[in-house]
């Protein structure tokens, strides 16, 4: 988060015109809009290397199939299962090999390594490597022979990995499925008659979801926690004014590819660190005491229990116990508050909410550089050569992945947000003030803060709002009063209007609706 030398935080401005906002975005947070041509020109003869593989497990015989939304173009991850002679599960996930295109110290690798994310916007991509690469020779795209790095896990009956094994390949994905597309499937079962999914990618995916359902419910048992909160996507005019907001979906079908997924990840990492070669491995600390102590507290003032929440496997039943509650979508943003940041470390391993001892991201590296640095090392690792990278070099690459992607996160938050106050704007602007349900969710001495579901927006109600007369703060409860019973406390529902947007301070300012506006 970008701040002054007086520590207030500093936002970035909107465009001139709506059109121009993610480019006054870009400006602020320093994002290039273009390659160098150095870049671009390389990595059209880099595609070249396509034609010559070198030594690979030729899989292209082999079932392997994708799964993104409908609208992606770059394919970096593809799946396949199997079963051995003893009836294990033999699970392939198969990633696109970004370094054999990318060679460390190159023009392409030095720009990769100074991006290290992709960046999404609403209306456009930031990418970390040209679009020849992640959209060209990289993108396991169907029907086409494609260079990718496969790690293959074989379970057992309970859903324990007994095997892991490792391989430079060449596949041929036999099929490209939205998300949408694989829903259906499951949903229907072996009775679907979807006539774009073949018989035997029916079967295929209905193996790999079952797989995926017993790994999903084996690490939630181990303590996992289960802080999904719906995603919205901004929906932008020609004009790139924001229309709406879409939920994401987040079903079985997305919860399948992120399982097999972690297991890779987890795969991977499991196999370098226990062998001493240290990584970037993807750390995610269990929250400090303090911010548990005022998640309780928090929790209390709604009449939910908590119980003894130091204990990983008791907060995570926790969880699925308020996934009921009628304040869920209040409860998961306070929770998340009290969770750490996860980033890169290059001396400690560990994420706390996934319930894993190891862990590191591999299976990404079109768009994240710590995936490209990991499939070097285990490439190295598997050929017999040194896989070690100097400590300093390690940390110095955990330090500026980690500001990189907050970098973008913050980037892609400030783009919905000035999107968000635009369209706050025109209706105070219009004077055409619309109503939102909203929910109290934090109350202080000057007021109520409230989140509004429906745009995804957070703001202020004023005590001077709430009532004529003395408006009083008990901090015993965490809550606002004022005589004759007038009441506010977390998870309170309020209708609410805007009556004030600080684009410069980001702030939002609502009016409870029973005050009147005209």
């Known amino acids: 988060m970008m701040k002054n030398h007086e520590g207030q935080v500093i936002f970035p401005p909107p465009g001139k015109t709506p059109r121009e906002d993610t480019a006054a975005v870009m400006k602020f947070y320093r994002l290039p809009a273009s390659f160098p041509q150095e870049v671009l020109d390389e990595a059209k003869r880099v595609s070249l290397r396509l034609e010559r593989p070198g030594r690979r497990l030729d899989l292209r015989k082999r079932f392997i199939f994708t799964c993104d939304p409908v609208t992606a173009r770059d394919y970096d991850d593809a799946i396949s299962l199997e079963t051995d002679r003893d009836g294990n599960a033999v699970l392939g996930v198969h990633i696109a090999d970004v370094s054999h295109f990318v060679l460390p110290g190159s023009a392409i690798d030095r720009e990769a390594r100074k991006?290290?994310?992709?960046?999404?916007?609403?209306?456009?991509?930031?990418?970390?490597?040209?679009?020849?690469?992640?959209?060209?020779?990289?993108?396991?795209?169907?029907?086409?022979?494609?260079?990718?790095?496969s790690v293959f896990m074989t379970f057992d009956g309970t859903g324990a990995m007994i095997k892991r094994s490792f391989a430079k390949s060449v596949i041929r994905s036999k099929a490209r499925f939205t998300y949408e597309q694989v829903m259906r499937v499951i949903s229907s079962g072996a009775r679907s008659k979807d006539k774009s999914v073949s018989a035997q990618a029916r079967k295929t995916i209905l193996a790999v979801?079952?797989?995926?359902?017993?790994?999903?419910?084996?690490?939630?048992?181990?303590?996992?926690?289960?802080?999904?909160v719906p995603e919205s996507e901004i929906l932008l005019d020609s004009e790139g004014e924001m229309t709406g907001l879409v939920e994401?979906?987040?079903?079985?079908?997305?919860?399948?590819?992120?399982?097999?997924?972690?297991?890779?990840?987890?795969?991977?990492?499991?196999?370098?660190?226990?062998?001493?070669?240290?990584?970037?491995?993807?750390?995610?600390?269990?929250?400090?005491?303090?911010?548990?102590?005022?998640?309780?507290?928090?929790?209390?003032?709604?009449?939910?229990?908590?119980?003894?929440?130091?204990?990983?496997k008791v907060f995570?039943?926790?969880?699925?116990?308020?996934k009921s509650n009628p304040l869920y979508p209040t409860l998961s943003v306070m929770v998340l508050r009290s969770m750490k940041r996860a980033l890169y470390d290059s001396t400690r391993i560990g994420h706390f909410g996934l319930a894993k001892k190891f862990y590191a991201h591999f299976t990404s590296p079109i768009r994240r550089y710590p995936d490209l640095t990991l499939h070097r090392q285990l490439a190295a690792y598997l050929d017999g050569k040194d896989a070690r990278v100097l400590p300093k070099t390690l940390a110095k690459w955990a330090e500026w992945a980690s500001e990189a992607e907050e970098t973008a996160a913050e980037a892609e938050r400030a783009l919905l947000e000035i999107k968000k106050y635009r369209l706050l704007e025109d209706q105070l602007s219009g004077r055409r003030a619309i109503e939102y349900d909203a929910v109290v969710s934090k109350c202080t001495p000057f007021g109520c803060f409230v989140e509004i579901p429906e745009i995804s927006v957070s703001g202020l109600v004023h005590v001077s709002l709430l009532s004529d007369r003395f408006v009083e703060f008990n901090e015993?409860?965490?809550s606002l009063s004022a005589p004759g019973g007038q009441r506010w406390r977390i998870g309170q529902k309020m209708r609410v209007y805007a009556v004030k947007v600080d684009f410069r301070q980001r702030r939002i300012d609502f009016a409870p609706v029973r005050t009147g506006r005209r």
Not at 118 to 142: Q, T, W
Not at 209 to 220: C, E, I, M, Q
Request: proline share 5%.
């Open 115 to 149: 991006r290290s994310t992709s960046v999404y916007f609403a209306d456009r991509v930031v990418p970390m490597l040209p679009d020849e690469l992640c959209n060209g020779v990289c993108s396991l795209v169907p029907n086409e022979d494609r260079l990718a790095f």
């Open 476 to 478: 015993s409860d965490r």
């Open 316 to 322: 995570a039943r926790f969880l699925k116990t308020i």
């Open 248 to 312: 994401r979906p987040y079903d079985e079908s997305h919860q399948m590819v992120e399982e097999c997924m972690v297991a890779a990840n987890e795969a991977v990492a499991k196999e370098l660190w226990t062998k001493g070669i240290k990584i970037l491995a993807r750390l995610h600390e269990p929250p400090d005491e303090e911010k548990l102590l005022t998640l309780r507290a928090d929790m209390r003032s709604l009449g939910v229990r908590m119980g003894n929440i130091a204990n990983q």
């Open 209 to 228: 979801n079952s797989l995926a359902s017993l790994l999903r419910a084996k690490r939630f048992a181990a303590g996992a926690l289960d802080l999904e």
